[in-house]
């Protein structure tokens, strides 16, 4: 005699699932950390006894009445689940100081020394224009034109 599979009983799962549903669940996440604007990251872990298998993060804004809010790098892949764990922070500074390395460098590349904000950071030179676009004096305006004359 072969023996019979087990059946799943429909009716079990209902109402072991009906249970689930009357247990209190976590609303309130577990603070992560924070970034260098001031955001608080939270997040409630996952669940898979009642079927969520991931876990949900989200922010809380340092100015909640701004809507153009700013997001590090690090920490909105944390968010968008690109990246297991949270951002430390030796990582946020390391990053922070090449990105004010890359400005700085930008701006002395294009050719203003001795124009500075009120922070000491090099401002990049306004250059004259035609209408939205730069002009730069290498190139011809007008072809055909020699770009060193005057018009």
Known sequence: M?????????????????????????FKGNYIGEDYFGNKYYEIPANPSIGKRKASRYFVPNRKEAFDQELTAEWEAWLRGRRDEPPTRE?????????????????????????????????????ETIGTFPKYNEYEIIPGKDPEKKY
Not at 2 to 24: A, G, M, T
Not at 103 to 110: C, G, I, T
């Open 2 to 26: 072969v023996p019979k599979p087990p059946q799943r009983d429909l009716i079990k799962i209902i109402f072991n699932n009906f249970i689930n549903s009357l247990r209190p669940r976590q």
């Open 91 to 127: 990582e946020l500074v390391r990053n922070l100081s090449i990105m004010e390395m890359k400005q700085r460098n930008a701006a002395e590349l294009e050719g203003s020394y001795g124009e500075k904000d009120d922070k000491g950071q090099v401002l990049p030179k306004k250059r």
